[in-house]
């Protein structure tokens, strides 16, 4: 069976990047075709997407559809992408040969981790891949609830902040008891859980971006203390933001934060 995987998605994407890091550790190609959020409403959402004109457009009014989630303006999705994807979401990934639709970005992850057969990406056994399975599904909730906090950084409310607040502490307070006895989460070595947790977490370190929208409300950062309360879990994701595999795909994404770690000391 051939390896690979194309993904198609708003760029940049912290979810894609889960996909990207494993695939250049495991040597396994992918692609990824998308643009930036303000420009995705000009694509055809297939599993061979493509850039449209505005006679595109005419000719293809049939595949129109109004964005939901994310996206309120008219977007383009084929029949087939809704039967390859019939939750009509992005990042949306497809099998070389584009007949089978992956979505959701740990199962995206986990089709590139499934390919690996020297890294043990998806742990050494089924046992393992268990393991694994049991803090992706952890990480869940998590995943969920940034996704809904970030789009309402500006518009906070109570139950939202306090929905992601306890949200943040069970994901942090499980994440730094594991790394109480393993050098990755987990398991002495590196597994998709590694990966997963450095990208959607430093997905929700944005949150930093609208401090002051926070704190006219009467909120603080939830992650406000993230180094002294979880400093393994802290470590942890330093360490993985310098690794080349790493480093080389979310490129400067990290460094308004670092920067700020450094001038508050």
Known sequence: MEKG??????????????????AKIA????EVIGDKPSEIHNWLWDSDPKKLSNADKKKLKQFKRIGKRG???VLFKTDDFIKLNPFGTVPAAFSPDGKIGIFESNSILRAIARQDDTN???GKDSFEASRVDSFLDSGLVFSREHQEYLF???DMNKALYQRMKSAYEFFLNGIEESLKNTKFIGFDHL?????????DFSQFLREGHYVDDLNEKGFNLVS???VSDYPKTYDHLMKLSEVDEFSSVIGTYLDWYKKKLKDSN
């Open 191 to 199: 597994t998709i859980i590694d990966i997963s947790f450095f990208c």
């Open 5 to 22: 995987l194309k993904i198609f998605s708003y760029l940049p994407n912290p979810r894609v990047w889960k996909a990207e890091i494993a």
């Open 224 to 226: 406000q203390n993230f």
């Open 71 to 73: 996206f309120s303006s």
């Open 27 to 30: 040597d396994i190609p992918v």
């Open 120 to 122: 043990n990406l998806y």
């Open 152 to 154: 309402g950084l500006k």
